[in-house]
Nanobody
Framework: QVDLEESGGGLVEAGGSLRLSCAAS????????MGWYRQAPGKERDLVAS???????SYADSVKGRFTISRDNAKNTVYLQMNSLKPEDTAVYYC??????????????WGQGTQVTVSS
């Protein structure tokens, strides 16, 4: 089992920045992909960015050039640096990991979410 604890959300003015953190803990053999999703009221949960074990990253088109995902494998932590924030970035942001157990099986884990609100 892998538990994820997010931090760093809050209220910021448009154009501002926030940094989200997500720390993983538990008994996984390895934590493979880590990523951030977001869900605005009345909308589906969408992928924002993801990063593999060796640092390969991908981004939603809406955040390319503004958000940067990174990870510290020694700390089992993933970060999302969000710059040039827009009101449409307002959402609950969720951390997700794909991890492997000692049987070689892969599982998803989700964090509880952190609110990001961008005022205009």
């Amino acid at each position: 089992q892998v538990d994820l604890e997010e931090s760093g959300g809050g209220l910021v003015e448009a154009g501002g920045s926030l940094r989200l953190s997500c720390a993983a803990s538990g008994s996984a053999v390895s934590i493979n992909i880590m990523g951030w999703y977001r869900q605005a009221p009345g909308k589906e949960r969408d992928l924002v960015a993801s990063i593999g074990s060796f640092g390969g990253a991908s981004y939603a088109d809406s955040v390319k050039g503004r958000f940067t995902i990174s990870r510290d494998n020694a700390k089992n932590t993933v970060y999302l640096q969000m710059n040039s924030l827009k009101p449409e970035d307002t959402a609950v942001y969720y951390c997700k990991s794909i991890w492997m157990d000692d049987g070689g099986n892969y599982h998803p884990s989700w964090g509880q979410g952190t609110q990001v609100t961008v005022s205009s």
